[in-house]
Nanobody
Framework: QVQLVESGGGLVQPGGSLRLSCAAS????????MAWYRQAPGKQRDLVAL???????NYADSVKGRFTISRDNAKATMYLQMNSLKPEDTAIYYC??????????WGQGTQVTVSS
């Protein structure tokens, strides 16, 4: 059974850093496209960062230069390093993964709150 489990969220002050992790099971991670999405209350779920199976990354304009997505296939884990956090980064962050010829999968989400 496919499972994605996020961790690492929490409360941080503006300018601080957090690292989110997404542990995957039931997936051949080396073939997956993976991404982080986020959703704030009353807003749509938006793409934050994507990393394909070759390690090529893409970022939303709002996080470029501050966030870094990475993956460790041997550990079956994806990461999102978030630096210089802003209050507008506050959201639930979701892990996403998709194998070829398979449906998309989502984690349960982890809350990130940026506040003084």
């Amino acid at each position: 059974q496919v499972q994605l489990v996020e961790s690492g969220g929490g409360l941080v002050q503006p300018g601080g850093s957090l690292r989110l992790s997404c542990a995957a099971s039931g997936l051949r991670l080396s073939t997956c496209a993976m991404a982080w999405y986020r959703q704030a209350p009353g807003k749509q779920r938006d793409l934050v960062a994507l990393i394909n199976s070759s390690g090529v990354t893409n970022y939303a304009d709002s996080v470029k230069g501050r966030f870094t997505i990475s993956r460790d296939n041997a550990k079956a884990t994806m990461y999102l390093q978030m630096n210089s956090l802003k209050p507008e980064d506050t959201a639930i962050y979701y892990c996403y993964a998709r194998e070829p010829f398979s449906p998309s999968y989502w984690g349960q989400g982890t809350q990130v709150t940026v506040s003084s």
